[in-house]
């Protein structure tokens, strides 16, 4: 993994963006909601969907998990800057859902994508999470042709 650091706050002994992607690989929805400031946010970049408050946070994840089974984040790239991080990840998992009536469960997903986190005070303010959403398309049109 490459990681690049200018000018980070976040002391080694707590990493909200590690601790971030421990909990989103342990599927802890709880631990993952609770990394996030009391009015945090997470947006999906590709539709501006946006999910405020540890509660909201929690429930899309949980969602999400229940979506994409053996879902695991593998970090590519890390770049700090103060404040602000960018990750680099591939995203893989097996589906847990059909979709569509088509017998897609089971099925192994895999997708790249780019987080930005914010961080104040040790804690994350607001995520916004980048991925093709063509790319999740085509590996459905796969399965199911």
Do not use: C
């Not at 909201?56 to 994409?68: H, K």
């Amino acid at each position: 993994m490459a990681h690049h650091v200018a000018d980070t706050d976040a002391s080694p002994a707590h990493d909200p963006v590690e601790a971030f992607y421990a909990a989103y690989n342990g599927h802890d929805a709880a631990a993952a909601a609770a990394l996030y400031a009391g009015d945090g946010w997470h947006e999906e970049a590709h539709n501006g969907m946006r999910r405020e408050g540890r509660a909201a946070l929690q429930a899309g994840l949980d969602r999400f998990f229940g979506f994409l089974a053996q879902a695991h984040w593998q970090v590519r790239e890390r770049i700090d800057a103060g404040t602000q991080v960018a990750v680099v990840y591939t995203l893989t998992g097996a589906l847990a859902v059909d979709i569509k009536g088509q017998p897609t469960r089971g099925r192994p997903i895999e997708l790249k994508g780019v987080h930005l986190f914010d961080i104040a005070d040790g804690a994350i303010r607001g995520t916004r999470d980048y991925w093709d959403p063509a790319a999740f398309q085509r590996q459905i049109a796969e399965m199911t042709a």
